[in-house]
């Protein structure tokens, strides 16, 4: 739905037109929405130390699986989206985007974690941090920290991810 509002509107699609890259974009896509957000909201809302360190490993292991997803994507149809220098804001792009920046203030701010390093990486973040259309979609990191304070502390009842997450089930 999304991607077919972006495509009328601007013309363009969030897609790569080749029907294979159009499918590793869609396994990186799954990937954020089935391992790094849920892992997100485990790490955030652990509060024995030993979980929150387990939490910063395993998010740690799902961007490197993403960048990976990236990597794989950029080798098999030279890559998609903002990985590559000079390309377009990208679907993945869209759907990560917003979590990344919650780790560099949210999970930067309650458990003190700290991105990941290497250039290409730190290119893509920069690229798509700095993206006209990225920015218009944030909000201050004042409003996140607060937004993601109950989820920090683990307080009952934050709301039904926090639920979930809690109940060891996985996301909708």
């Known amino acids: 739905m999304a991607c077919s509002i972006t495509a009328k509107s601007t013309h363009r699609s969030l897609f790569p037109p080749d029907p294979y890259a159009k499918v590793l974009v869609r396994l990186q896509s799954d990937h954020i929405n089935r391992m790094l957000v849920p892992v997100f909201y485990r790490y955030l809302q652990a509060q024995d130390p030993e979980a929150q360190i387990s939490g910063g490993k395993e998010f740690h292991v799902a961007i490197q699986s993403l960048v990976e997803f990236f990597e794989r994507t950029e080798r098999e149809?030279?890559?998609?989206?903002?990985?590559?220098?000079?390309?377009?804001?990208?679907?993945?792009?869209?759907?990560?985007?917003?979590?990344?920046?919650?780790?560099?203030?949210?999970?930067?701010?309650?458990?003190?974690?700290?991105?990941?390093?290497?250039?290409?990486?730190?290119?893509?973040?920069?690229?798509?941090?700095?993206?006209?259309?990225?920015?218009?979609?944030?909000?201050?990191?004042?409003?996140?920290l607060d937004s993601y304070e109950q989820y920090a502390f683990n307080c009952p009842n934050t709301s039904q991810v926090a639920n979930v997450i809690n109940s060891g089930r996985g996301l909708p």
């Open 77 to 144: 149809v030279g890559g998609t989206g903002l990985w590559v220098e000079g390309g377009d804001l990208g679907w993945a792009d869209v759907v990560v985007g917003l979590w990344i920046f919650r780790v560099t203030n949210v999970l930067k701010h309650y458990r003190g974690f700290e991105m990941p390093r290497g250039t290409k990486f730190e290119a893509w973040l920069g690229r798509l941090f700095e993206h006209p259309s990225f920015k218009k979609t944030c909000s201050s990191e004042e409003l996140y």
